[in-house]
């Protein structure tokens, strides 16, 4: 069965540090994997997806990702954090037909001055 | 840009009431999904549909039952409502085509059953 799993719950981290954010899947076929953000008391936007191609993925607001098939993983990063990144991250794998998407547990950020 | 709207921002309900959850999108897309998020537990699949009057069962569709009568609105119906059922649910759509699974979410409905 399709999963996703993020393995940190919280990270902190200064203003200006780097980040990134685990996520590993698993799933039969050629996955298709985002990146959601959900900033307090706002709805999901997506950051970036990856469908196929470049292995190395730029979305908005600075981040990026990257699919490693050999690892099962699509790690979210960004080389200098903003307070107004504080929010919760969530990665996504999507599971076949109807266009499913199968959901991490999602992981805290939050940003120190 | 795609709208997804979602009737109620909160909703406050006694155990054993019958609850529903109204979503509506503006962009004809064929599939609407129902989420729930509870912390930890991230988002899990309730029930989607791909079509008017068709639906699929997602992860965790016990106590719950979904409605699609016309193309852009899907309901979420709690038949008893109980206090395991407090949560975040979240309406989502997509156009359909396979390739095109970016999903486009509503605000949410907060859900406190009492």
């Known amino acids: 069965a399709q999963s996703v799993t993020q393995p940190d719950i919280h990270i902190t981290v200064s203003e200006g540090a780097s980040l990134e954010l685990r996520c590993n899947y698993s799933?039969?076929?050629?996955?298709?994997l985002f990146w959601y953000v959900q900033s307090p008391g706002q709805g999901l936007q997506l950051l970036l997806k990856y469908f196929s191609g470049d292995t190395l993925v730029q979305g908005i607001k600075g981040f990026e990702a990257e699919f490693k098939r050999s690892q099962s993983s699509f790690n979210l990063r960004k080389p200098s954090v903003h307070w107004s990144d504080a929010a919760e991250y969530f990665c996504?794998?999507?599971?076949?037909?109807?266009?499913?998407?199968?959901f991490g547990a999602g992981t805290r950020l939050a940003v120190h001055p | 840009d795609v709208k997804v709207t979602q009737s109620s921002r909160y909703l406050v309900k006694r155990t054993g009431e019958k609850v529903f959850l109204e979503c509506v999108q503006d962009m004809d897309h064929e599939n609407m999904f129902w989420y729930r998020q509870d912390p930890g537990l991230g988002l899990r699949l309730i029930y989607f549909?791909?079509?008017?009057?068709?639906?699929e069962k997602g992860d965790i569709p016990e106590g719950y039952s979904v409605s699609r009568e016309k193309k852009e609105r899907f309901s979420l119906i709690l038949e008893s409502a109980s206090t395991n059922q407090t949560s975040m649910y979240l309406c989502?759509?997509?156009?359909?085509?396979?390739?095109?699974?970016?999903?486009?979410f509503g605000s949410g409905t907060q859900l406190s059953v009492l």
């Open positions: 549909s791909y079509d008017v009057k068709m639906k």
């Open positions: 799933y039969g076929a050629t996955p298709y």
């Open positions: 989502a759509s997509n156009p359909g085509d396979r390739g095109n699974e970016k999903l486009f």
């Open positions: 996504a794998v999507g599971a076949g037909g109807y266009n499913k998407l199968i």
